[in-house]
């Protein structure tokens, strides 16, 4: 059983830059993916960012291209996502996730993952 709990958000101007975190506790498997994802009102929950276990392997959505980076501690405990040129269009409840058994394709979508994370709001003014 896996618990991920975040922290970081709020409110900040367009430009601005933000960084999430999210903690993970109880992992016992080391094959895992970690990932964002976020769900602005009346939309569908839709991928960010995800990063594997050793960090090699890493891929953004395009709307967050050049301007997301998704990175880890050295433990991997904890997974980061900066967030830098933010737009209105990304203001959204943002989630973290995780899996035990990550499979190509499957990590970038929410049906891939298996542990969430409570979701933090990111509100981006014009």
């Known amino acids: 059983q896996v618990q991920l709990v975040q922290s970081g958000g709020g409110l900040v101007q367009a430009g601005g830059s933000l960084r999430l975190s999210c903690a993970a506790s109880g992992r016992t498997n080391s094959n895992y993916a970690m990932g964002w994802f976020r769900q602005a009102p009346r939309k569908e929950r839709e991928f960010v960012a995800v990063l594997n276990w050793s960090g090699t392997n890493i891929t953004y959505a395009d709307s967050v291209k050049g301007r997301f980076t998704i990175s880890r501690d050295h433990a991997g405990n904890t997974l980061y996502l900066q967030m830098t040129s933010l737009k209105p269009e990304d203001t959204a409840v943002y989630y973290c996730?995780?899996?035990?058994?990550?499979?190509?394709?499957?990590?970038?979508?929410?049906?891939?993952?298996?542990?969430w994370g409570q979701g933090t709001q990111v509100t981006v003014s014009s």
């Open positions: 996730a995780a899996t035990e058994a990550p499979r190509y394709g499957a990590i970038w979508q929410k049906s891939g993952y298996e542990y």
